[in-house]
């Protein structure tokens, strides 16, 4: 310590460079880095995000469709889901399929023959750097800028003609609180409208609602038992058409599977139902 040509710092000189606080350029470089790796990178599995099977929910979050479909599925001992991957998916709200929508993103290359997501409309690249937007339910995926002028003149998607509505067009990723709580009023006004993220039917809602008029004393007549058959052929033929819209022939049997499950769980649950009911007669 002593005698050896070195010194003793005193506190002033250690606390010299104090902690200090990010400046705007370093807040933009992380969110932008944030931004990033959200456009890149499934949330639930860790894993690249697959541009050509994209989902996203109410909120413009990402996912891989397959990674989406492993967290609805029953875990199994053989393929036990992560816990970290479980909890993630608790977060996001995703009760079903129509909890999403398909993005049809359109991809291009470069020179360098890297492929990347790119605005149809004003051939931008999507990303980070450029605020996108998709539209419910066709799915299609435009630059925001090139959205609002076309939907200043018109309501109807430039690529399918698929009229919309101005509030089913989601900002992706988006970090602004205002934007986020105007989603999340969507959502609450397409629930009492009995309709899901995707625009369709909740299922869910309407049973709420025949139950409620149960117990108004409606009972079992043949008019429920003619809607019930309905909404059964109304599921199989929502099946079919999900799974036939599906390239993939293993992702396709993983879609119809998960749905199957979700039916399965529907009919348990009316068997209990009525069950109960029955002994609260007695």
């Not at 890297?114 to 931008?124: D, L, W």
């Not at 409208?193 to 369709?200: A, F, I, P, R, Y």
Request: glycine share 4%.
């Amino acid at each position: 310590m002593g005698n050896d040509g070195g010194s003793i710092p005193k506190r002033r000189e250690l606390v010299r460079e104090a902690a200090r606080l990010p400046t705007s350029s370093e807040l933009k470089a992380t969110a932008l880095e944030s931004l990033t790796h959200a456009w890149t990178t499934c949330p639930l599995s860790d894993s690249p995000l697959d541009l050509s099977n994209t989902v996203s929910d109410w909120r413009g979050r990402l996912y891989n469709y397959e990674s989406v479909l492993q967290c609805l599925m029953p875990s199994s001992s053989e393929s036990p889901i992560p816990e970290t991957q479980e909890a993630e998916f608790s977060r996001t709200g995703i009760k079903s399929l129509k909890d999403v929508a398909k993005l049809k993103i359109t991809t291009r290359k470069d020179e360098k023959e890297r492929e990347f997501a790119a605005c149809p409309v004003s051939m931008k690249e999507l990303g980070a750097a450029t605020k996108s937007v998709y539209i419910v339910p066709c799915g299609h995926v435009f630059a925001e800028v090139a959205m609002k002028e076309i939907s200043d003149t018109e309501k109807q998607c430039p690529e399918c003609s698929t009229p919309f509505e101005a509030r089913d067009v989601i900002p992706i990723l988006s970090t602004d609180e205002a934007e986020i709580e105007k989603l999340a009023k969507r959502v609450d006004e397409l629930k009492t409208l009995g309709l899901t993220h995707s625009l369709k039917k909740d299922k869910g809602a309407s049973k709420k609602k025949r139950k409620a008029e149960e117990a108004k004393g409606n009972g079992f007549n043949g008019e429920s038992h003619k809607e019930e058959s309905d909404s059964k052929r109304e599921k199989g033929k929502d099946r079919n058409d999900i799974s036939s819209r599906i390239n993939n022939p293993m992702t396709a049997s993983l879609t119809a599977k998960v749905l199957a499950e979700q039916e399965e769980r529907t009919k348990r649950r009316k068997i209990v139902d009525g069950y109960k009911k029955s002994e609260a007669v007695r």
